[in-house]
């Protein structure tokens, strides 16, 4: 089964099991039109869609494989920024809490911002207010956002996360909420199932930290660029983001060490707050 006979065989896999499309779309987080779409072959699925859709469904891990198995057949996708404004960014967020909600192991790099996972709703806020985006789609994007954190508690998931030291200092928002900010990295870094790196700027690194990426188990991996989000699933691919991330990994402070670090960047907020 090559990529374009995706959409018929997923349509003959729902009418398989009696299940109706308007069901199996909200399951999968996407609008009927979309479903219906997919399934007539007018619209490409990611590979995002098709392991929503057939989780959906409720097929077997062989069947699942073998769909997969074709889904992946392009190593790389690319997605527009403006199509998920269109799409609203609410609805992406619901799209990756269903993602979230079936892998094992998470390994997020970060570079540039506090990952969304540990985010304040006031840091969201500000990362949402770059898009350019209405006070209602402002609101819904952030609530969204939050109520992906609900993974963080989840004791089934292995939650890895390594963010540099320039991130902890970029005052997206202002000095107090700031260190609120990293109030809230220190309070999630306790969690059992959570490990949170930071790599400090100082001392000599063997790599440079480029962009930002997420690996879900090792079945693909999501990048951000400035005008699309990227989904990479060739295995060799995927290996060598794992090993980027093993080497940060590896140069990051954990534990008591990291946590005495980020106290002490929360302090200079404070004092930053109390200056006249």
């Not at 993602?99 to 506090?114: E, K, V």
């Not at 350019?132 to 996360?161: H, I």
């Not at 609120?180 to 199932?193: E, K």
């Amino acid at each position: 089964m090559n990529r374009s006979e995706l959409g018929a065989a997923l349509r003959a896999l729902r009418q398989a099991s009696e299940k109706e499309a308007k069901a199996v779309a909200r399951s999968a987080v996407m609008s009927t039109s979309k479903l219906s779409k997919i399934e007539n072959g007018h619209t490409a699925p990611t590979v995002g869609d098709v392991e929503r859709i057939l989780t959906a469904i409720g097929v077997s891990e062989a069947v699942k494989a073998e769909y997969m198995a074709a889904a992946r057949a392009e190593a790389t996708e690319a997605t527009a920024w403006r199509l998920y404004r269109r799409l609203g960014f609410h609805r992406k967020q619901q799209q990756i809490r269903a993602l979230d909600a079936t892998m094992g192991l998470m390994r997020l790099f970060q570079p540039s911002l506090i990952p969304g996972l540990l985010q304040t709703p006031e840091y969201a806020r500000a990362v949402f207010a770059r898009k350019d985006l209405t006070e209602e789609q402002l609101s819904r994007a952030v609530s969204g956002r939050l109520d992906r954190q609900r993974v963080l508690y989840d004791a089934g998931k292995d939650l890895r996360f390594v963010i540099t030291e320039p991130v902890l200092r970029w005052e997206l928002v202002p000095a107090p909420m700031m260190a609120g900010q990293l109030d809230r990295l220190i309070s999630v870094s306790r969690l059992p199932n959570v490990d949170v790196r930071v790599v400090p700027l100082a001392g000599c690194h063997a790599d440079v930290p480029g962009h930002s990426f997420v690996i879900r188990d090792d079945r693909s991996v999501t990048v951000e660029t400035v005008h699309a989000e990227l989904i990479v699933t060739d295995p060799r691919d995927i290996a060598t983001y794992v090993s980027k991330f093993d080497g940060f990994a590896g140069e990051g402070l954990s534990g008591d060490a990291m946590r005495v670090m980020v106290e002490s960047i929360r302090e200079g907020f404070l004092r930053e707050q109390e200056t006249p």
